[in-house]
């Protein structure tokens, strides 16, 4: 398996990472705390009891660690407990349950994270960089470019806060259970991929270790790093990937996804293909619908044949995204009846397409909107 060390640019190669946060628990693998308390000159078995208080009770005051002897509860914060993000503005809409959060990192690096309440469960969309350096023209954080990977801890913190806020009815419409976590926020996941592995396995692995959330529910988005799509299949974790195609034509992919001129059309369709071949798990087809832009009927017509050219076996699902435009852009959405051409056209093909529905408009609700309002 290889192994990255630090943020890779468009034609795929790693650069070093400038500044590094402070390292945290939730940086370590289970054996890493077990040697790291043991430095510290504690029993090995205190790992364990600190992850059951910060993992399994999200309990974050170390005053109710009452395991731990007072004695050692403050040279174990300040060795492994940091604050990594802080708060620094939030945003309700759906009358409150689509709670977006903005977020400074130790360096003022400003992300962001939204919860989504629905019936019978809850949708947390968290970032994976701070900033992006893939450029779609689309997107307010593509506009600011790439300020840094985050680290694993940085990622693990807002599921571990949205949890916590949760399970303590912190939040508008009662106590709940995060069910699903996307990686739809700011930054290309794959563009971090040691960190967001690293991230998913604790999110993944069972309390104490981890938050103990089925990888059933969660979701790898890509724009298209077809070598870490090949090396995800070899990660043997049942994510779920989710391909941002956006074109079915490069011409026009080239323009709104630059990162397409490394990894076309039909490279990025076969690596998901591959990705559900080997993995039995439908890949999601993102398609931001952009007004006059890629919303043809025709291009309807092209994706259902390039889709249904590598599989049959129902391998893909088309996710259709209404643009929620940049303040100030170009771009803006698709009018209803070319939305609706586009879903009939995809439909009659046989192919499986749902239109995402548009929370948090209101709240600056496009990726990288309300950091970009944030920053400092
Ligand atoms: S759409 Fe995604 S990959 Fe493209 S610039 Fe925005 S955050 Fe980055």
Redesign the pocket.
């Known amino acids: 398996m290889t192994t990255t060390t630090g943020p890779i640019d468009l034609t795929g190669k790693f650069v070093a990472s400038r500044r590094r946060p402070p390292r945290h628990w939730m940086d370590l693998t289970p054996a890493q705390r077990v040697e790291s308390v043991t430095e510290l000159g504690l029993p090995a078995y205190r790992a364990k009891q600190i992850s059951s208080q910060w993992f399994s009770r999200l309990e974050t005051d170390p005053a109710n660690w009452t395991d731990l002897p007072v004695a050692v509860r403050q040279p174990v914060v300040d060795e492994f407990f940091p604050t990594l993000l802080v708060p620094i503005r939030e945003q309700f809409a759906d009358a409150g349950l689509t709670i977006k959060t903005a977020w400074r990192a130790f360096d003022g690096a400003v992300i962001e994270s939204v919860i989504m309440r629905y019936p019978g469960r809850t949708t947390i969309c968290i970032s994976s ?1 701070a900033g ?5 023209p ?5 506009q600011g470019g790439l300020q840094r990977n985050l680290s694993a801890g940085e990622i693990v913190w807002q599921v571990h806060d949205a949890a916590r806020r949760l399970a303590n009815g912190e939040l508008p419409g009662g106590p709940a259970r995060v069910n699903n976590i996307v990686f ?5 996941p794959m563009a971090n991929y040691r960190a967001v592995l690293a991230a998913v396995r604790q999110i993944h692995a069972p309390a104490p270790d981890g938050l103990g959330i089925s990888a059933r529910g969660l979701t790898i ?3 298209g790093m077809v070598p870490r799509i090949k090396q995800l299949i070899d990660e043997d974790l049942p994510v779920t990937l989710a391909l ?1 195609l956006h074109a079915p034509d490069d011409e026009l992919r080239d323009e709104l ?1 630059p ?1 397409n001129r490394h990894f076309n059309v039909a490279a990025v369709l076969d690596a998901a293909w591959d990705y559900a071949n080997a993995t039995r798990r439908r890949v999601s087809i993102e398609y931001i619908l952009i007004k006059d832009i890629n919303d043809q009927a025709w291009r309807a017509d092209l994706l259902a044949k390039l889709l249904k050219a590598r599989g049959d076996w129902g391998w893909f699902h088309v996710n259709l995204i209404p643009l929620n435009p940049t303040p100030g852009s170009k771009w803006t959405a698709s009018r209803r009846s070319d939305e609706q051409a586009f879903v009939t056209h995809l439909e009659r093909a046989g192919v499986p397409v749902t239109v995402r529905d548009t929370r948090g408009r209101e709240i600056d609700g496009a ?2 909107q309300l950091a970009a309002r944030t920053r400092p």
């Open positions: 960089e992006c350096g893939m450029a779609c689309f997107c307010a954080t593509g739809m926020g700011m930054g290309e988005s890509t724009v941002s996804v990162l990726c990288g």
